[in-house]
């Protein structure tokens, strides 16, 4: 349903300005009509084990009963809206949450809650700077995880699946070049050379590994990220993505303080 | 571009971390934990012996996260040479920091013209240079306990009271002649020429009497207590130096003018939600604070150090003691208030700020308009985010996104404040520069520190009522401002960095610049940040302590 609203807008979806790599990126990650390159395959039980909330094989417990069995008020919302398999069955709401490193990982914070906000339905997404939350019904996330966990938009040692304790964005990395974490969730297996979680996201120690693959390289972790840097495409080279800043605050303060003089701007 | 060498934060980078602060890689997990800390391991010491003695578990570092799996880093205190754990900069921790606040909480100014005319035109009293200064010596008795009516009454110990005085402010040059030096706060001597011709003028020929209450009092009750003490004791006085009937209903006067008609509070009322009476930290306009602080009549060509220390001040007591005690409690907001006061960083971005306006602009001679708040306000936020960007130090020291928000948009504010000379346009580039580095960096704050940031430029021109005030007069308790961390210090640098680029003496109250000049108070406010210093050193000599009272240890 979705598409077809964007298909009938008057306007097409621009996503995001700016003329930079940086900023197509972005875009691509925002639009739900590009797909998402698939990295590595995470299996199913392990994305269940490291999001912590349920046993692998376990029921989904639930807070209601299926939504076919509730006799719900008449209401235009509901008849509008299709709920999704999570809460059509009444799951729980559950979360998964991410700490991307400044140092080029793959997405960061607000670009994330863009991308979540076009391409899933029924999530509520919170941002701050050092973690980024999306709770969803408990099967929708494990869905979502999935596609999370395993493309493009994961790098194993630059972006972090952590519940609590979640600092380690904006620090130095460590030398073998993981990102901090002080409840150490991961490591890096030196033999496979694959990052692996030991303790799931809020650092509950697992019985066994889970594999997340191996690191990207700086080169190629700079070809996907979303993140301007000095060292990498300076933001101050985006003017077009200034430029846009600028006319927002502008538009803003004149429609607070003169809106008159923002008609027409 | 500044050049590395010159950078202001380099000393502290070298100094925090053993790495070259371009390093992007270091070590963890190996510094032995919380162990590697002084303070922690003195903190333990303390915990064990206190759970040992009293049988209930106390601090405990090894509970909850590990604390130390990193380098547990020192800050250095900006503007001095200082450095010092973290935990030295809790207010608790911290004496020069609580009698910072002590200091503002318990001093009151009150109005003397209002009683004078009472004594004169109601009860034919003469008051003279000679009766003022009598009635200077009973109040500076009677305000720290002394009793003056009643002749069988309890009274204070000098000892616990040490700290409490009162002195007379007035603009009229030939009034102050005559005034005993021991009870004047002289403006011209305290000033320098040209600030002290503006504040004479402001002030005129009235006559006000700045009362600094018991330190000890402010702790046990509070701010609200301030006034209300002045004021029974100015009563008293006035009663016993005049020799007036106590009980006449003139007397009443008196009261009146000095808790309603002529008291001026440090800090305004806060309504029931935030439930504080006058002179808390909640009610104190940035305007007022900024006029606390002393470093304009010390540095008078330096307003990028004008405007920093009120920063240091407002950080401390807006986000540590107000909103990390008042309003929340515990420890987390140190971190956040810290950022803008320690290791020389916010200072290289405004000094840098300063330069760029100065050369392209001049000081104070820009027009306020949208064109140089967008060209200031970029090019400050720029730089900022390129120094985290270019210096991982830099960045891991900042390791919050609200603390590099603050601190690049506080240098974008000061900077546009200093180019136009107009605290309004600052706060408007204040928020420029949060969403420029909101799309730049992609994160900002926490949930909620953005929230005013998203939605701020619209009301930062308004000075219409309900929608808005001139800057120097809002405060903490103004709507938007009234729930977060990071940003209150930072507006009342603005004011000052507006005020300073103009080289005016004072940002709102003329009385209140004037009262914080005082020699006598415990606190030094012309340079708040050396004083934290102090305290965090454990050198700084406070007021209020019980020590007299108490067992000796």
Redesign the interface.
Known sequence: MAENVRDEMAEKAQFYPGETKIAENRRKYMDPTQELKRLREIPDEDIVRLLGHREPGEEYPSVHPPLEEMEEPECPIRELVEPTEGAKAGDRIRYIQFTDSVYFAPIHPYIRARMYMWRYRGVDTGTLSGRQIIEVRERDLEKISKELLETEIFDPARTGVRGATVHGHSLRLDENGLMFDALRRYRLNEETGEVEYVKDQVGVELDEPIPVGKPADEDELKERTTIYRIDGVPYREDEELIQVVQRIHELRTLAGYRPDEAEGK | MAEKEEKLFMKALKEKFE?DPE???????DYGGWKQSERKREFKEWADKIAEERGIPHYNPDIG??LG??KLMPYQVSGTDVFVEGDDLHFVNNAAMQQMWDDIRRTVIVGMDTAHRVLERRLGKEVTPETINEYMETLNHALPGGAVVQEHMVEIHPGLTWDCYAKIITGDLELADEIDDRFLIDIEKLFPEEQAEQLIKAIGDRVYQVLRMPTIVGHICDGATMYRWAAMQIAMSFICAYKIAAGEAAVSDFAYASKHAEVINMGEMLPARRARGENEPGGVPFGILADCVQTMRKYPDDPAKVALEVIGAGAMLYDQIWLGSYMSGGVGFTQYATAVYTDNILDDYVYYGLDYVEDKYGLAEADPD?EVV?DVA?EVT?YG??Q???Y??A??T?????Q??AVVAAASGCSVAFATGHSQAGV?GW??SQ??H??????????GY?LQDQ?G??????VRSD?GLPLELRGPNYPNYAMNVGHLGEYAGIVQAAHAARGDAFCVNPLVKVAFADPDLVFDFTEPRKEFAKGALREFEPAGERDIIIPAE
């Open positions: 790495e390093d992007v890689t270091t070590h963890f997990y996260v590990p799996q990193r949208m967008k970029t720029l985010l390129e985290y960007e270019r991982p130090a960045m891991e900042h390791f919050g996104g609200s590099r928000a408007n928020y420029l969403l420029l909101k799309e730049g960096h992609g994160r900002l704050g926490f949930y953005d939605c430029a619209a009301n930062s021109l308004s929608e």
